[in-house]
């Protein structure tokens, strides 16, 4: 996501031709958009994405477990 929004401020400033981006080619301006590819190609095939989504989904699930025990008085107290 860094990548993607570092490519399209990078292509924004060359587009708007201000600063030292105004006379770096284009190439060099469109790199950030080729790793953010290769990011993602590397992050859906090592099954990172899954990974992540599933940590998020068990730690939805902690905090709802937790909250309920809150509710119903069970929470432990530590002394």
Known sequence: MYLLILGLLMALLKFLEF???AEVSWWWV??????AAL??????S????KRKA???IEQKKRDR???????????????
């Not at 990011?39 to 859906?44: E, L, Y």
């Open 19 to 21: 600063g030292f981006l």
């Open 54 to 56: 599933a940590e998020k």
């Open 39 to 44: 990011w993602w190609v590397w992050a859906d």
């Open 46 to 49: 090592s099954g990172y994405t």
């Open 65 to 79: 477990i937790e909250k309920h025990r809150e509710s119903l008085g069970l929470h432990k107290r530590r002394h």
């Open 30 to 35: 469109l790199v950030p958009f080729g790793l």
